[in-house]
């Protein structure tokens, strides 16, 4: 696509409870990015795609955040037992870099701001 | 981590003026990102600059990578410019963890 395409827009759920949130990258990055925003404050890293691999997840802030890139196009991001401090903008983002050290330019997506009451 | 700092962390302006908007950070990177969020959230692309001098219509930047810092010029600022702007930055010989700064919020008034 033209953009990175990022679904739901908005998700509201309940405590407990289990929510997928996706994203479609820019067609033919390699690379794919995971960021969670908080009110008021800056993005902040999650997990980083390159292919199919997860290169590092090291901002996963714990077991409860899974994701996936299973045919290295399209990511899910999981979160199980949601709790309310996971509400949260997930922004997803996208580079043609490839290679361990990639430093190409990122582009996000409009992100999905999940609320959890 | 990368530590990124951001001033003026809030700044308002009259229409027409010129501001300037800085980022310093504390280790070597071999890639800086200036960004827009608007009040919608979406997050614009404005420079990928990891050194030099780049200048896009009303707005330019530049980054010194070898004093740690980098510059957002805006001129003749007009209130769609309002929103936060965001310096990102990958340290050099990490796997592209674009690490965010702190933002500085500007507010453009008729």
């Known amino acids: 696509g033209a953009g990175v395409s990022q679904t739901p827009s908005n998700k509201v759920t309940e405590k407990g409870k289990y929510v997928e949130l996706r994203c479609d990258p820019i067609s033919g990055h390699t690379a794919l990015y995971w960021y969670r925003q908080s009110l008021g404050q800056g993005p902040e890293f999650l997990i980083y795609f390159q292919g199919t691999g997860a290169a590092d997840d090291s901002g996963l802030p714990n077991d409860r955040f899974f994701a996936v890139r299973p045919e290295g196009s399209v990511s899910t991001l999981k979160i199980q037992r949601t709790e309310r401090g996971d509400s949260a903008v997930y922004l997803c983002?996208?580079?043609?870099?490839?290679?361990?050290?990639?430093?190409?330019?990122?582009?996000f997506g409009e992100g999905s701001r999940l609320t959890v009451l | 981590g990368i530590q990124v700092e951001q001033s003026p962390p809030d700044l308002i302006l009259q229409e027409g003026a010129n501001s300037t908007l800085r980022c310093n950070f504390s280790?070597?990177?071999?890639?800086l990102q200036w960004f827009h969020q608007n009040p919608w959230g979406q997050l614009i692309n404005l420079f990928y600059?990891?050194?030099g001098t780049k200048q896009n219509g009303r707005l330019s930047a530049t980054t010194v990578a070898t004093e740690r810092y980098s510059l957002l010029y805006i001129s003749s600022s007009q209130t769609t410019d309002s929103g936060v702007y965001f310096c990102?930055?990958?340290?050099?010989?990490?796997?592209?963890?674009?690490?965010f700064g702190t933002g500085t919020r500007l507010q453009v008034t008729l």
């Open positions: 983002a996208s580079t043609s870099g490839s290679g361990s050290v990639n430093t190409g330019e990122l582009f």
């Open positions: 990102a930055v990958v340290r050099t010989g990490t796997a592209s963890k674009l690490t």
């Open positions: 600059i990891p050194s």
């Open positions: 280790d070597s990177v071999n890639n």
